[in-house]
């Protein structure tokens, strides 16, 4: 009984005490002690050790060569340098995502720093993912009779011409 009473004198009191949302100050501190608790953690390239080796027809979805997975690229760069993921010279195939309205879609005709323009809210949109173009035997096996929306394409219009002509 005494256990239950105690319990119940508890709750009531933070109940009447803390607002439905929690005090700001709480939260401030809250967080303040996660940033202390993280601010040991790194992310530098230098404190990781290189994971293991991939298979032997593994793409580096970075530079393109064999021998590493992405997170252990020589090419790779800080995060926030370049709008991509994707630095290199080639095309590529990039996966995009609107901010604005979610839609999402996908595109043989991704490149380095380069957005497509959302056919819903005409504004720019950076793919969040690339990685190489899928072509056996050193062939562009992508579909050539689907017609690549130029107006769209960042690329082609900074060229002033479709964006395929470069390679």
């Known amino acids: 009984f005494f256990q239950l009473q105690r319990s119940e004198a508890l709750s009531s009191s933070l109940y009447k005490s ?24 790194s992310l530098s390239s230098e404190a990781r050790k290189p994971s293991k080796r991939p298979p032997p027809n593994y793409l580096c979805h970075l530079c393109f060569n064999k021998g590493h997975y992405i997170k252990d690229c020589p090419q790779a760069r800080p995060k926030g340098e370049g709008l991509t993921p994707y630095q290199g010279k080639k095309r590529c ?8 309205c979610k839609r999402k879609w996908m595109s043989g ?30 062939l562009d096996v992508s579909d050539q009779s689907k017609e690549h929306p130029q107006h769209l ?9 479709y964006c395929r002509r470069v390679q």
């Open 18 to 41: 803390a607002s439905p949302y929690g005090s700001l100050n709480n939260i401030v501190d809250g967080l303040s002690s996660l940033t202390e608790h993280f601010s040991d953690l």
């Open 93 to 100: 195939f990039g996966e995009y995502k609107c901010p604005k």
């Open 109 to 138: 005709n991704s490149w380095a720093n380069m957005g497509q323009e959302c056919i819903k809210c005409h504004i720019n949109v950076y793919p969040h993912k690339q990685r190489p173009l899928e072509k056996p035997d050193g």
């Open 153 to 161: 394409c960042e690329k082609c219009k900074v060229l002033g011409y």
